[in-house]
């Protein structure tokens, strides 16, 4: 079987818990990997270094690198361009729009969700507060762009055939937003994976 492992950005300065998921992932799992933008590839310090990452338009974007969010709008048309065809199994790691890929109806699609989008749901109100943009016309106009993409992300929650909560609260959080049920696998405490893996087992 062909694997696919999609996950939102790859960088020097994502480092957190979702990019210990990807790593743990791959560690037992031969799987091509797909992001929205990929600067770990050529990144020496990474165990990413000289790996195929395929990748976006948003990867040719001036300053993605330094933090692809600031085209926030884009993100769902970007993820929904990476052909994923040749795959029987597509995994999402997604915290934002990577389990809104494309699939067909003969691939299975597994998303780890680390969270729903938060910038759609939850931290809708302190977006706008901490942004300049939250009055007047633009403060409309970015509304708007939430309302779209809490729509984008509720119907791209449909595109997913399971779904893999980091935590009870994750898993709650998604039966809020998406009316999907999940199961909890914790991710992995560390960088380097155990043989024991609960990530592990639910794909082997």
């Known amino acids: 079987m062909k694997y696919a492992l999609v996950h939102e950005w790859l960088t020097p ?10 790593r743990e992932i791959l560690s037992f799992l031969n799987a091509d990997l797909y992001a929205l933008i990929d600067f770990e590839s050529s990144n020496p310090d990474s165990y990413l270094y000289q790996r195929q990452i395929g990748t976006t338009f948003l990867q040719h974007f001036p300053f993605a690198r ?23 199994v597509i995994i999402s790691s997604s915290h934002a729009v990577a ?7 003969h691939q299975l699609h597994v998303c780890y969700c680390h ?20 009055g007047g016309l633009p403060g409309f106009v970015v509304r708007y762009l939430l309302h779209y993409l809490r729509q ?3 119907l791209s929650a449909n595109r997913v055939d399971f779904f893999i909560a980091n935590s009870q609260h994750t898993a709650r959080r998604i039966w809020r937003c998406y009316r999907r049920r999940a199961q909890v696998i914790y991710p992995p405490s560390t960088s380097i994976a155990l043989p024991s893996s609960p990530i592990k087992k639910i794909f082997i």
Do not use: C, H, N
């Not at 969010?69 to 052909?83: R, S, W």
């Not at 389990?99 to 109806?105: E, I, N, Q, R, T």
């Not at 969270?115 to 939250?134: C, I, K, N, V």
């Open 13 to 22: 300065q994502a480092t957190g818990g979702s990019e210990l998921v990807v």
């Open 66 to 88: 330094s933090g692809v969010q600031k085209y926030l709008p884009l993100l769902p048309l970007a993820i929904e361009q990476l052909d994923l065809r040749p795959y029987d």
């Open 99 to 105: 389990k809104g890929v494309l699939s067909a109806p």
């Open 115 to 134: 969270t729903p989008m938060r910038y759609a749901w939850d931290l809708t109100f302190e977006y706008l507060e901490s942004s300049f943009l939250g």
């Open 152 to 154: 984008w992300d509720f």
